[in-house]
């Protein structure tokens, strides 16, 4: 009997070697699996949340701007005013990142999509990382979006009247992807209504 109960001891002795050889990879298939969507998920509510204070900022820049700015620029008490203003609405009037005193949304003055894109991507810049750029695309590329900041496409962006539509297209690749599965492409876009302009068409 017990010559019985040691061969069958030998022949158990590799089972739990097998199963760790099949546990443990799907355990990390499924942790990896998770930490790239994770990493997808941050990327995307970093980069909304930015979008979201970057269009309330550039809505306020036409109030500023239309009524600050005189037909010779801005003087020295309505440059003071200005400054206040913006420091009760949180923006900083010294940092172009944050404030803006071109007219960048009136079509009327020859504005172009461009001006509006230009003028969202630096506002965004502003509020993601202070202005740095260099820091931005850091800062992007550890959250795995394709290209950093030149990976941003803001061409999208757009004046209706007087709403403005901050959008921002990427891709973020998956971090783990075993599958060669494409890179995930996305499109975000914030809201806002202008304050005070008279966009024209």
Request: proline fraction near 2%; charged fraction near 20%; charge should be negative.
């Amino acid at each position: 009997m017990g010559r019985i109960l040691q061969k069958f001891r030998r022949q158990d002795s590799g089972s739990a070697v097998i199963e760790a050889c099949i546990v443990v990879p799907l355990f990390l298939f499924f942790v990896l699996t998770m930490y790239g969507l994770i990493t997808v998920f941050l990327a995307q509510n970093i980069i909304g949340h930015t979008l979201l204070q970057s269009s309330q900022s550039l809505a306020l820049d036409a109030y500023a701007t239309e009524q600050f700015t005189t037909p010779q620029g801005i003087g020295s008490v309505e440059s003071g005013i200005r400054d206040f203003f913006l420091d009760l609405t949180g923006s900083s009037a010294d940092d172009p990142h944050f404030s803006n005193s071109e007219r960048w949304y009136d079509r009327k003055h020859g504005a172009t999509s461009e001006d509006w894109a230009e003028a969202a991507e630096a506002r965004f810049l502003g509020y993601f990382s202070g202005g740095d750029r260099a820091a931005a695309d850091a800062i992007l590329k550890s959250l795995r979006v394709t290209g950093g900041v030149d990976g941003l496409d803001f061409s999208g962006s757009k004046l209706e009247g007087n709403d403005l539509y901050i959008r921002v297209s990427y891709q973020v690749e998956y971090f783990f992807n075993p599958f060669g599965l494409a890179e995930f492409s996305t499109t975000q876009q914030a809201y806002a209504r202008m304050w005070g302009a008279s966009v024209q068409e």
